[in-house]
């Protein structure tokens, strides 16, 4: 007779037993609400200095915060994600505070005083005329539109006027100086009188830097003469000379230009080193 084994009692399998919630991530709360803060100055011009600090704590903080084990990482994850973006963010201000800054630094504005127009008893048509061809060629003092000769060109140091314009000065350039070099073929030499006069306030005074250019009406500038031409202009302008508060200087500057349509062109003058370009008529 065959024996028959009993069946082994059932046991209840055990549970796995279940992970545990990653816990709060206080580190990363702290990092994202330094990234949000920092990301906001960094906006500011004036706090740029607050943003910088704040931001790399922030990037430090959420990596660290990234790595914890066991801990939420959505907070860490963003203030990850913001304090990067707000280090760009910071670098562009910069970037534009400083170029904005060294614009006003290097760009001087230049005010203008036209000579006082000589009245009439009655309108004049042709005047009027003229007045409204100006308005509509743009703003005055530029190319299109320049400043008519006898203006007075002003900055916070210097005042300078363009007293006349010889456009057919080339006999009276060779005359000045038996070594001179004549023109080039088609070129011409032409003489602009200038008045620098120094309204600083330094005591150890300044020097007249006035720059003087001729654009043609094709847009081509002629400044100074090429280092292969000698020209020394009758009554030169003295550039190197030191004014004092109220002094002034008058001369002539020489420029070489296409004799074709001389009178066509304008001056672009540059009053102070840092001062904006300015253009004036040549007749």
């Known amino acids: 007779m065959t024996s028959q084994t009993p069946p082994s009692p059932a046991y209840p399998v055990p549970a796995a037993p279940q992970p545990e919630p990653p816990a709060k991530n206080t580190l990363g709360t702290i990092a994202l609400v330094l990234a949000i803060v920092g990301f906001i100055f960094a906006c500011i011009p004036g706090a740029l200095i607050v943003g910088w600090i704040l931001l790399p704590i922030a990037f430090i903080l959420s990596i660290v915060a990234l790595v914890a084990k066991n801990k939420r990482r959505g907070g ?3 203030a990850l994600i913001i304090s990067i973006v707000g280090t760009i963010v910071g670098v562009i201000v ?3 505070v400083v170029g904005n800054a060294v614009d006003d630094a290097f760009n001087e504005n230049v005010t203008a005083q036209p000579p006082a127009a000589t009245e009439s008893a009655e309108p004049d048509d042709d005047a009027a005329t003229g007045e409204d061809a100006a308005e509509s060629a743009g703003p005055d003092g530029t190319r299109a539109n320049p400043y008519p000769i006898g203006t007075e060109l002003r900055t916070d140091d210097w005042t300078l006027v363009v007293n006349g314009v010889d456009l057919d000065a080339t006999d009276a350039v060779m005359a000045e100086n038996e070594f001179n070099d004549p023109p080039e073929d088609g070129n011409v030499y ?9 309204t600083g306030s330094d005591a150890a005074g300044a020097m ?6 001729y654009v043609s009406a094709g847009g081509n500038t002629f400044d100074a003469l090429s280092f292969d031409t000698f020209a020394v202009a009758p009554d030169a302008f003295d550039s190197l000379t030191t004014l004092y508060e109220g002094a002034s200087t008058t001369g002539n500057a020489i420029l070489q230009v296409p004799a074709e349509g001389v009178a066509d062109g304008t001056l672009a003058i540059t009053v102070d080193m840092f001062s904006d370009k300015i253009f004036v008529a040549v007749q």
């Open 76 to 78: 860490a994850l963003a």
């Open 208 to 213: 007249p830097w006035a720059l003087v250019e």
């Open 94 to 96: 910069f970037v534009a």
């Open 190 to 198: 032409i003489l602009v009188n200038l008045t620098a006069t120094y």
